[in-house]
């Protein structure tokens, strides 16, 4: 059996279908770079789905006997982060400007449990705390009536990206 497609952001299966669908647990790396194989349950399914986008948890995988698959995230190493509220804030924007992706948490927030994470953090003075938890990211921005999917709102108000070109290309960071 084979893993043929991801159904796009835009679209859930009815409640019933989601209720029945079988479950991928993925690591937050995996759900990065996906594994070649889908293990679920005591069977292993092929990933035929080719270049897709980093997978996200509650994504929806269809088999190609129509069989549907939800992404879950699993028990794994992250770093929880506390500290000063500013430096938090200052370090959420940095990591989330370079693409890291942050998970909000009680009294903070956390990162996947990447080692160059932690000492990074700590040398600017927050505390890093080990957990075995799930890891489920802020989801990224979507793309709505037409928008780019940057947040910037542009396209709410008739204008174009202030981070795209007038082609819709991504614009060079200065």
């Given at each position: 059996?084979?893993i043929?497609k991801?159904?796009?952001?835009d679209?859930?299966?009815?409640?019933?279908?989601?209720d029945?669908?079988?479950?991928?647990?993925?690591?937050?790396?995996?759900?990065?770079?996906?594994?070649?194989?889908?293990?679920?349950?005591d069977?292993?399914?092929?990933?035929?789905?080719?270049?897709?986008?980093?997978?996200e948890?509650?994504?929806?995988?269809?088999?190609?006997?129509?069989?549907?698959?939800?992404?879950?995230?699993?028990?794994?190493t992250?770093?929880?982060v506390?500290?000063?509220?500013?430096l938090?804030?200052?370090?959420?924007y940095a990591?989330?400007?370079?693409?890291?992706?942050?998970?909000?948490?009680?009294?903070?927030?956390a990162?996947a449990g990447?080692?160059?994470?932690?000492?990074?953090?700590?040398?600017v003075?927050l505390?890093?705390?080990?957990?075995?938890?799930?890891f489920?990211?802020?989801?990224?921005?979507?793309?709505?009536?037409g928008?780019?999917?940057?947040?910037c709102?542009?396209a709410d108000?008739g204008?174009?990206?202030a981070?795209?070109?007038?082609?819709?290309?991504?614009?060079p960071?200065?």
């Open positions: 059996m084979r043929t991801l159904l796009s952001l679209s859930e299966p009815a409640k019933p279908i989601l029945r669908a079988k479950p991928i647990a993925l690591a937050f790396l995996e759900r990065i770079k996906l594994p070649e194989t889908f293990v679920v349950g069977q292993t399914i092929e990933n035929a789905l080719g270049e897709v986008r980093p997978l948890v509650g994504d929806v995988l269809v088999d190609e006997n129509g069989g549907f698959y939800k992404i879950e995230a699993p028990t794994e992250i770093f929880k506390t500290g000063d509220l500013d938090m804030q200052e370090a959420v990591l989330r400007a370079r693409g890291v992706r942050v998970a909000q948490t009680e009294d903070g927030f990162v990447i080692e160059q994470y932690k000492a990074m953090l700590e040398s003075g505390t890093v705390t080990a957990a075995q938890e799930p489920t990211p802020v989801p990224l921005p979507r793309p709505h009536h928008g780019c999917g940057c947040g709102g542009a108000r204008r174009p990206c981070q795209t070109d007038t082609q819709g290309r991504a614009m960071r200065t």
